[in-house]
């Protein structure tokens, strides 16, 4: 099994818009960590991107951005983002493209997203995301675009204790086409959506919940 791993500790990484993108875990497992310094990609960065592909982002301090984010890009591939005492600023990001994604924000981790974004994005893809901190705060900031939970996969967004999901336009789609599952728990944590609102149950024959715990 090919494997192969990229640490940035301090300095910068620039890829060019026009390049053809940064891949962790193309056919095989790779991991990038970002503990200091930044890490800059013009074009859209795949985690996870062929059958038999795994990547493993972790952004433990500094900050990492992209035109875009796609977890679990095509079937078989798998992607996974932790972000803690970190910042990720991109475009949009797919949690399980085709594939299976998941996300983790905790402690002093924030991720903003500024264009459209789904959790379980296609049919056959798998999603989930976790918000929330032991000891300080994890906050995703949309600023544009809408957030979709189960687009047309099974999409999984849960927002724990110190946990914050914001979002300031195009609302929030639970179980947005037939065949998706969508579900949405607030324990403990803040959901604020200014502009869209919220759907549960876009499409006849989806299955979506939104369930609020320890508020």
């Known amino acids: 099994l090919f494997r192969s791993q990229m640490t940035v500790a301090g300095g910068n990484v620039s890829l060019a818009a026009n390049a053809a993108g ?12 970002v503990s200091s310094g930044s890490v800059s990609d013009g074009s859209s960065l795949t985690i996870g991107q062929n059958s038999g592909g795994h990547g493993s982002v972790a952004v433990n301090g500094g900050a990492l951005s992209s035109s875009g984010l796609n977890l679990g890009q095509n079937s078989g591939s798998s992607g996974t983002l932790t972000v803690s005492g970190g910042t990720v600023t991109t475009g949009g990001v797919n949690v399980g493209n085709f594939g299976t994604g998941s996300v983790n924000v905790s402690d002093n981790g924030v ?14 893809s798998s999603g989930t995301v976790v918000i929330g901190g032991s ?7 949309s600023t544009a ?18 946990g914050t999901l914001a979002l300031t336009t195009n609302g929030i789609g639970i179980g947005e086409l037939t065949g998706a599952n969508g579900v949405i728990t607030v324990n403990g944590g803040l ?7 919220i759907t549960v149950g876009v499409a006849a024959g989806a299955q979506a919940s939104l369930l609020v715990e320890n508020g």
Do not use: H, P, R, W
């Open 135 to 141: 000891a300080a705060s994890a906050v995703i900031n």
């Open 191 to 197: 959901l604020t959506e200014t502009v869209g609102g």
């Open 22 to 33: 940064m891949v962790v875990g193309a056919s095989g497992a790779g991991t990038l960590t």
């Open 111 to 124: 991720i903003n997203l500024s264009s459209f974004s789904a959790i379980g994005n296609n049919t056959g």
């Open 145 to 162: 675009g809408g957030l979709n939970v189960g687009n047309g996969g099974t999409g999984v967004l849960t927002i724990n204790k110190l």
